[in-house]
């Protein structure tokens, strides 16, 4: 009898186990009801009856850990319906592998799955995100949501709980409608090493805070709207880089020279940017780069040579067609000047070819084929005047007043030995000033950091007092048709700088002429002309007194000679008069 109650025992405990399992009945619960959503859950292969997807047997594509399901992986099955809200109760969920299916309707909350490590859903059709679907996910490794129409109408931005996640290598959110700015907390994240958000609406700039990031894949291209903004030069001291993705944006500035720098990168795209300036020699240094594209933007200057074959440059403004020709002397110095004024896109997108004496390169006048004259007063320039300068020998006339430059005047321009006019005024340039030949005009009113200009001095009539000292007249700068004229066809009334430009002449573009402090200038009397009129009217007073004075002796009574007197005085004022009025007009 005995016997036969321990036998009993065993068959109910044995019968038992095959009715309950060894899965954990709220894990079965969830996967059970994942099968119920499906339109096709024949494609899973799961037993029709049973609750043990942890076997023995396992079901297909279900992993456990002792009674608790860790992995599911039904990648390419082609499987269609939708999650179920429970899903985060599966807690022991450690590897999600639901990509390139036909899985839609909204993503369940992943709240609190702490144990998830991966998690793949690219290529689904899923239409939404919960906002807290990235809670408590403490131990993420990898989470990929490619290609999922995601809150299409709305979009979403990235929760800042995903910060949590401070073990995250890799996060690719490509396609799926992901807007706004870049967070900050993705630059400081200290195991990221891929971040992937391309093709979304992101807006803004890079983050500073991304500035010495351990990132080695960084893909932000093909942005919708502006995309992307700012200058790249966080990049540079993104030192463990090797893929970078950036084109398709609105980035601009130029390409920093401190690329140079990260030695691990193999490919750089940047191109469809609004990208200026030239090419730093820097990139041609670059050891592993091998693929490197540069199409459509604003590039300037000489286009380098790479060892590798896989590099594009259409659409710029190079001043050539072939990698490692170099630009024309004049023009190398007028792109330095532009770079150290940051590249200003107005002249950016003007200065283009080889000689800058045969386009239309804004505020640029020449003699012949060397340039003269540059004429950019207006132009809301910043940054510092260009030694670089000082290498167009046949300069006459600097003009580069009204603007917001800052720094000291470059030394090296004092040795322009035809320069007639410089004009500064109206700028935050800073001290010293360095002495220019006696032929120059200077000026350098309304910087102040400078002293007020020094004119050459100016000797007035006794007892005259100007009401405004004299400025030797600047030359004009006309605003001609495109193409060259001749110095007659400018105006003829110019001082000695118009003058010395004898030859033919053309310009292209420029601010319309001298700022108003030199139209202001024509006005006053120079010198020969005071001259001029002064001793013709000395020379009448002269005349005059002596008539009187030969009348006077004549008269021999006393009061003829009082009313002589009174005469005298009563002349002498008029005529001084008459003076102060032909001088003052």
Not at 37 to 62: A, F, I, M, T, Y
Not at 307 to 336: M, R
Not at 386 to 403: A, E, F, K
Request: aromatic share 8%.
């Amino acid at each position: 009898m005995k016997s036969l109650m321990i036998l009993l025992s065993f068959s109910a405990l044995c019968l038992g186990s095959l009715v309950s399992g060894v899965t954990d009945p709220n894990d079965f619960l969830v996967l059970d009801e994942f099968r119920k959503g499906l339109r096709n859950p024949e494609l899973l292969k799961w037993p029709d009856s049973g609750n043990d997807p942890c076997g023995p047997p396992l079901w297909p594509h279900v992993f456990c850990s002792g009674s608790r399901v860790t992995q599911i992986q039904v990648k390419n099955l082609g499987l269609s319906g939708h999650l179920p809200k429970s899903f985060n109760r599966l807690s022991y969920l450690e590897n999600l592998g639901f990509q390139r299916n036909n899985l839609s309707g909204p993503l369940p909350s992943f709240r609190g799955l702490s144990n998830l490590r991966y998690a793949y859903l690219v290529g689904n059709q899923f239409d939404s995100i919960p906002s807290d679907f990235f809670s408590g996910l403490t131990s993420l490794l990898e989470i990929a949501l490619d290609q999922n129409p995601l809150n299409k109408t709305s979009g979403w931005s990235i929760s800042k709980d995903l910060q949590d996640s401070t073990q995250l290598r890799n996060l690719s959110l490509i396609q799926c409608n992901v807007v706004g700015k870049l967070p900050d907390f993705l630059g400081t994240m200290p195991m990221l090493r891929a971040l992937k958000l391309s093709y979304n609406s992101l807006s803004g700039e890079i983050p500073s805070s991304f500035e010495g990031s351990y990132l080695q894949i960084l893909w932000l291209n093909n942005q919708d709207g502006p995309g992307l903004t700012g200058s790249l030069d966080v990049i540079s001291s993104m030192v463990y880089l090797n893929d970078v993705w950036l084109h398709g944006n609105s980035f601009s500035g130029s390409i920093p020279s401190g690329i140079g720098a990260c030695t691990s990168l193999t490919r750089l795209w940047l191109n469809n940017n609004h990208l200026v300036g030239v090419i730093p020699e820097s990139l041609t240094t670059l050891p592993q780069l091998r693929s490197l594209q540069l199409d459509n933007n604003n590039l300037v200057g000489p286009i380098p040579k790479f060892k590798f074959s896989n590099f594009t440059h259409a659409f710029n403004s190079f001043c050539g067609s072939l990698p490692g020709v170099p630009c024309s002397p004049e023009v190398t110095a007028l792109l330095q000047f532009l770079g150290d004024l940051n590249y200003p896109s107005k002249l950016a997108s003007s200065w283009l070819g080889n000689d800058p004496c045969a386009g239309d390169w804004y505020g640029i006048f020449c003699s012949g084929d060397k340039v003269t004259v540059i004429n950019l007063q207006n132009c809301k320039l910043s940054g510092n005047i260009s030694p670089s300068l000082g290498q167009l020998v046949s300069l006459v006339d600097i003009r580069l007043g009204g603007n917001n430059l800052s720094g000291a005047i470059p030394v090296n321009l004092t040795g322009l030995a035809m320069l007639k006019m410089f004009n500064v005024s109206s700028n935050n340039l800073s001290p010293p000033v360095p002495k220019f030949n006696d032929g120059v005009t200077l000026l350098t009113d309304d910087n102040p950091l400078l002293k007020p200009s020094l004119h050459p001095p100016f000797a007035f009539p006794p007892g005259i007092s100007p009401q405004m000292e004299p400025t030797p007249p600047p030359p004009p700068l006309p605003s001609p048709p495109p193409g060259k004229v001749t110095p007659d066809s400018w105006n003829s009334t110019s001082s000695s700088t118009s003058s010395s430009l004898n030859s033919t002449s053309h310009h292209h573009g420029g601010s319309g002429g001298a700022s108003a402090s030199d139209s202001k200038s024509q006005h006053h009397v120079s010198d020969s002309e005071i001259f001029i009129i002064t001793v013709p009217v000395a020379l009448a007073v002269s005349l005059v007194l002596f008539v009187i004075l030969f009348f006077l002796c004549k008269q021999k009574e006393k009061k003829d000679i009082d009313l002589w007197d009174h005469t005298l005085l009563l002349s002498i004022q008029s005529i001084l008069h008459q003076a102060r009025i032909i001088i003052s007009s």
